[in-house]
């Protein structure tokens, strides 16, 4: 793995929290500081992203979107504007 290992992150901690992450790696069976690090946010990030791009409703809370979707007027131009550079950032 080590031949794979290209990019670095750098981090500076107060000693309260390297001592914690020391034990906690030591804990989970890691070898290092970095490979506690990488199975972190190997585990962690993908759950994040996904909350972060997800929206989850409820059954009540999406019938009365499509109630007040189906109410709603028409977009206009300025709406149809904004939508396209939201889709051209990749919103």
Do not use: H, Y
Request: glycine share 2%; charged share 25%.
């Amino acid at each position: 793995m080590a031949s794979l290992l290209r990019e670095r992150i750098e981090m500076r901690v107060d000693a309260e929290t390297k001592l914690l992450a020391e034990r906690a790696a030591a804990a989970l069976g890691c070898a290092s500081l970095t490979e506690f690090m990488v199975r972190l946010i190997r585990d962690n990030a993908p759950q994040i992203l996904q909350a972060q791009a997800a929206i989850e409703l409820t059954s009540a809370q999406f019938d009365l979107f499509m109630q007040l979707s189906a109410a709603a007027p028409a977009p206009d131009e300025r709406l149809k504007a904004a939508a396209a550079r939201l889709d051209q950032e990749g919103f």
